[in-house]
T-cell receptor
């Protein structure tokens, strides 16, 4: 059973469009992270959200942590080809280990 | 220079062979991790180590072993490789002083193929 469910699994859009990626769980997490992975490289941290209801912005990316700390979303405004990559959510529970979702593979076409 | 390095970057081997994947870090972090990544399955934790004398199994440790030779080095071994261990393997590090929400820093990965 996957602890963190990400949707959609694949997303292909045109440059300039907006999109939202979801990360859902039935479990509570002390914090949640979003990573981006490009081909041939390891994941790189984008953001950590800690407080229920927290919203963080990173340029055109907006991250939200659900009030109950069970879910999160990533919204990208006016997507660009450079946003192409695999987006992974990962949650911390009490044992300081990260649990990863399966990822959302985003392709932004010029 | 990269903070987390993995060797080799690519390896093709045969069923039954012993394989060692190595990870070194210059970040001075005390925590190190080994993950495998399979298409459609995300990253799954194999083993983790919170300091040199601490080794813990992750969710998929069967068929794997690890050695923490020093704070900066953490190696993963496949004693007798099998085809379903074909995957992309990542080493990662984190700093315990960063708190509960510590960032993990990943190496570039090792692509392992077992024939």
């Amino acid at each position: 059973t996957q602890l963190l469910e990400q949707s959609p699994q694949f997303l292909s859009i045109q440059e300039g469009e907006n999109l939202t990626v979801y990360c859902n769980s039935s479990s509570v997490f002390s914090s949640l992270q979003w990573y981006r992975q490009e081909p041939g490289e390891g994941p790189v941290l984008l953001v950590t959200v800690v407080t229920g209801g927290e919203v963080k912005k990173l340029k055109r990316l907006t991250f939200q942590f659900g009030d109950a700390r069970k879910d999160s979303s990533l919204h990208i405004t006016a997507a660009q080809p450079g946003d192409t990559g695999l987006y992974l959510c990962a949650g911390f529970r009490s044992n300081y280990k990260l649990t990863f979702g399966k990822g959302t593979l985003l392709t932004v076409n010029p | 220079d990269a903070d987390v390095t993995q060797t080799p970057r690519n390896r093709i081997t045969k069923t039954g062979k012993r394989i060692m994947l190595e990870c070194s870090q210059t970040k001075g972090h005390d925590r190190m991790y080994w993950y495998r990544q399979d298409p459609g399955l995300g990253l799954r934790l194999i083993y983790y180590s919170f300091d040199v004398k601490d080794i813990n199994k992750g969710e998929i440790s069967d068929g794997y072993s690890v050695s923490r030779q020093a704070q900066a080095k953490f190696s993963l071994s496949l004693e007798s490789a099998i085809p379903n261990q074909t995957a992309l393997y990542f080493c990662a590090t984190s700093d315990s002083l960063a708190g509960a929400a510590d960032e993990q820093f990943f190496g570039p990965g090792t692509r392992l193929t077992v024939l």
